[in-house]
T-cell receptor
Framework: GAVVSQHPSWVICKSGTSVKIECRSL??????MFWYRQFPKQSLMLMAT?????????EQGVEKDKFLINHASLTLSTLTVTSAHPEDSSFYIC????????????FGEGSRLTVL | AQSVTQLGSHVSVSEGALVLLRCNYS??????LFWYVQYPNQGLQLLLK??????LVKGINGFEAEFKKSETSFHLTKPSAHMSDAAEYFC???????????FGTGTSLTVIP
């Protein structure tokens, strides 16, 4: 149990376009979902925390107008990279904590974004 | 404030040798501690966690870790390395359920045949 699915796994887009990444908790309800960005050979950088039905809380230095996060239900959060540029190319990972939490986070498989 | 330090960004061991990955943390409250493994182009998979109770925690794939409060450590060990253990390992700490995780910088494990 406790599966988190991200889609798409890989996406290539042209500079200036927008890309949406979905994060779904398949078999549990997630009160909170987290979005991370990971650069090659580096740790995870927390971008934002989203709670169902409320606005996301962004970490310092993360542009909220650039990275739009929506958490419309207890099983779905989306990250939209707007007007993507090559520097937005990265590995994006979501994670979720359960409504009845066991303390751990459950991670999606990650989404590799390449902006040409 | 919480933080995690993983000593050694790269660790190499021979197949069959002991694996030891170090993690030290700082926390103002009793921590929840975790080890995650990441394979290339994949998300993170939980290896094991400590929340309360027994300080020696056993996880998947033969890994275990011991919470030592006096040393503020949560080192990950495995008696005998397999080739399939080659991956990136992350230590993480949180203040409890629903709270933010703080990750270490990761340790890349290489297993030499």
């Amino acid at each position: 149990g406790a599966v988190v699915s991200q889609h798409p796994s890989w996406v290539i887009c042209k500079s200036g376009t927008s890309v949406k990444i979905e994060c779904r908790s398949l078999d549990f309800q997630a009160t909170t979902m987290f979005w991370y960005r990971q650069f090659p050979k580096q740790s995870l950088m927390l971008m934002a925390t989203s709670n169902e039905g409320s606005k996301a809380t962004y970490e310092q230095g993360v542009e909220k107008d650039k990275f739009l996060i929506n958490h419309a239900s207890l099983t779905l959060s989306t990250l939209t990279v707007t007007s993507a540029h090559p520097e937005d190319s990265s590995f994006y990972i979501c994670s979720a904590s359960r409504v009845i939490s066991t303390g751990e986070l459950f991670f999606g498989e990650g989404s590799r974004l390449t902006v040409l | 404030a919480q933080s995690v330090t993983q000593l050694g960004s790269h660790v190499s061991v021979s197949e069959g040798a002991l694996v030891l990955l170090r993690c030290n943390y700082s926390s103002s409250v009793p921590p929840y501690l975790f080890w995650y493994v990441q394979y290339p182009n994949q998300g993170l998979q939980l290896l094991l966690k400590y929340t309360t109770g027994a300080t020696l925690v056993k996880g998947i794939n033969g890994f275990e870790a011991e919470f030592k409060k006096s040393e503020t450590s949560f080192h990950l060990t495995k008696p005998s390395a397999h080739m399939s253990d080659a991956a990136e390992y992350f230590c993480a700490v949180s203040e409890g359920t629903g709270n933010q995780f703080y990750f270490g910088t990761g340790t890349s494990l290489t297993v030499i045949p």
